[in-house]
C-alpha cells in the first residue's frame, strides 16, 4: 500500500507514533499494527468488495439531499457529485460526500463527515492551507475500464487503481473521526406510510 501515496513538496503524514508511510495501514489486516494500536476493527465488507461498494454508492445517489457543492448542509445530508469537482473553502460543509470523478481539495477546504471519492477513485488534496477534513475519506475506482460510474464495466475486474495525492504544504489536517462519521451516517427513521386506530 505504501506505492500508493505520492507526495509533492513534501507533507507530513502522522497518527500517534507513526510517521510518514507507517500512517498507511491495510484495514483488512487485523494483525497490522497501525491496526491493532487504533482498535477500530477491520473495515466493513461492504468497503472490500467492488459490487457491494457500487450498490452502496448508487443507494447513496438516490438518497441524495444535494447535487452540487452550494447550499447549507446538516450533518446527516447526503451530496452527490457526478464528475468533477473541486472542493475550496467556500464549499465546505458536513454529511456525507459523494464524487464518482476525481475530488481536487483546496488546502483551505472543511468537511466533517464522510467523503466517498468512487468511479475514478481520484483525490488531489491541492496547495497550502489550515482546512480539515474530518471523519473517513473512501478512495475506491469502481468504474472500470471507461472510467465512467454506473455503467455496464463497473467493477468489470474488481478495484481498480485508485489515487490520492497530496500537493503542498500548509497546515491542513485529514483526521480519523469516529464522531463526524457516526453523525453523517445515523440510522434511518421509518417513514409513516399509513396510520390506522381502532
Same mark, same amino acid.
Given at each position: 500500500?505504501?506505492?500508493?501515496?505520492?507526495?509533492?513538496?513534501?507533507?507530513?503524514?502522522?497518527?500517534?507514533?507513526?510517521?510518514?508511510?507507517?500512517?498507511?495501514?491495510?484495514?483488512?489486516?487485523?494483525?497490522?499494527?497501525?491496526?491493532?494500536?487504533?482498535?477500530?476493527?477491520?473495515?466493513?465488507?461492504?468497503?472490500?468488495?467492488?459490487?457491494?461498494?457500487?450498490?452502496?454508492?448508487?443507494?447513496?445517489?438516490?438518497?441524495?439531499?444535494?447535487?452540487?457543492?452550494?447550499?447549507?448542509?446538516?450533518?446527516?445530508?447526503?451530496?452527490?457529485?457526478?464528475?468533477?469537482?473541486?472542493? $475550496?473553502?467556500?464549499?465546505?460543509?458536513?454529511?456525507?460526500?459523494? &464524487?464518482? !470523478?476525481?475530488?481536487? /481539495?483546496? =488546502? %483551505? +477546504? #472543511?468537511?466533517?463527515?464522510?467523503?466517498?471519492?468512487?468511479?475514478?477513485?481520484?483525490?488531489?488534496?491541492?496547495?497550502?492551507?489550515? $482546512?480539515?477534513?474530518?471523519?473517513?475519506?473512501?478512495?475506491?475506482? &469502481?468504474? !472500470?475500464?471507461?472510467? /465512467?460510474? =454506473? %455503467? +455496464? #464495466?463497473?467493477?468489470?475486474?474488481?478495484?481498480?487503481?485508485?489515487?490520492?495525492?497530496?500537493?503542498?504544504?500548509?497546515?491542513?489536517?485529514?483526521?480519523?473521526?469516529?464522531?463526524?462519521?457516526?453523525?453523517?451516517?445515523?440510522?434511518?427513521?421509518?417513514?409513516?406510510?399509513?396510520?390506522?386506530?381502532?
Amino acid at each position: 500500500m505504501e506505492s500508493g501515496i505520492e507526495t509533492v513538496n513534501g507533507p507530513d503524514f502522522t497518527s500517534g507514533t507513526y510517521s510518514g508511510f507507517d500512517t498507511v495501514v491495510d484495514l483488512s489486516d487485523t494483525v497490522d499494527p497501525l491496526m491493532v494500536d487504533a482498535a477500530v476493527g477491520a473495515m466493513p465488507p461492504e468497503y472490500q468488495d467492488c459490487l457491494l461498494m457500487r450498490e452502496q454508492v448508487l443507494e447513496l445517489q438516490i438518497r441524495a439531499d444535494h447535487t452540487t457543492l452550494q447550499g447549507s448542509y446538516n450533518p446527516d445530508d447526503i451530496t452527490f457529485i457526478d464528475g468533477d469537482v473541486s472542493l $475550496g473553502s467556500t464549499d465546505s460543509g458536513e454529511g456525507i460526500l459523494v &464524487v464518482t !470523478g476525481t475530488l481536487t /481539495v483546496d =488546502g %483551505n +477546504a #472543511d468537511w466533517t463527515g464522510m467523503i466517498i471519492a468512487v468511479g475514478e477513485g481520484s483525490i488531489l488534496r491541492n496547495g497550502g492551507g489550515n $482546512g480539515l477534513l474530518s471523519g473517513a475519506i473512501i478512495v475506491a475506482d &469502481v468504474a !472500470g475500464p471507461d472510467s /465512467v460510474f =454506473g %455503467n +455496464a #464495466d463497473d467493477c468489470q475486474s474488481g478495484f481498480e487503481a485508485s489515487s490520492f495525492v497530496v500537493n503542498g504544504n500548509g497546515n491542513a489536517d485529514i483526521e480519523f473521526c469516529s464522531t463526524a462519521i457516526n453523525a453523517s451516517n445515523p440510522i434511518d427513521r421509518y417513514k409513516i406510510e399509513e396510520f390506522i386506530q381502532r
